[in-house]
């Protein structure tokens, strides 16, 4: 795989707060602990370059890397998580509301799903507001290493109603994510 060269830049609660430079952003999103920040590092070859845990909740802000010369992945707060405090989850939910309809610099969607559950209406919400805004749509189902072979065709089928062509990855195989790269890299020509 080639290595980009790539750093945490930036951490930001708001987008307010966001980077102000010419890079195009990737940003990946998806529910609480479905595996955004292992992404970052499975895509940039970085083990620990993003911060990970067990238990959901544990990215909290809008986090930029940046992605060669050009482009920056953006790992995402997740949603969903019901045992977050009221007023944490909804400043960030905020933050990620106002990030995915007003982030000039964006220009592609990573929609990470759990292989094993498919998008519920979160995921296909999030789906419709990016075609919407005219940004490409990555449908990524992550984790795919927790199914057995005769689920890969239904966890294929439940990732047609994102109507995107849909990546099975996991980062511990390492399944589908030189493919995603490759994509994520194009987007940004
Ligand atoms: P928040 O920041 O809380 O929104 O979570 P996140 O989406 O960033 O998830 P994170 O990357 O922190 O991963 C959550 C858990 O899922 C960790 O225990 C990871 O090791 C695990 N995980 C991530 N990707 C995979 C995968 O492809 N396969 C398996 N089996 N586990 C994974
Ligand atoms: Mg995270």
Known sequence: MDRLATEFVASAGALAHCPRWNRIEIAIVGRSNVGKSSLVNALTGQRGLAR???TPGRTQ?????TLGESLALVDLPGYGYAKMPQ????????ALREFLAG???LQALILLTDARRGPQREELDLAASAR???????AVATKCDKLKRSERPAAL???RALEAEPILCS???GEGIELLR???LSAGR
């Open 52 to 54: 990970t845990s067990r």
């Open 61 to 65: 802000a809008i986090n930029f890397f």
């Open 87 to 94: 007023p944490v989850a909804t400043r960030i939910a905020g």
């Open 103 to 105: 982030r000039g610099n």
């Open 132 to 138: 919407e805004r005219g940004l490409t749509l990555f």
């Open 157 to 159: 089928a439940r990732m």
């Open 171 to 173: 980062v511990h195989t």
């Open 182 to 184: 490759r994509r994520v």
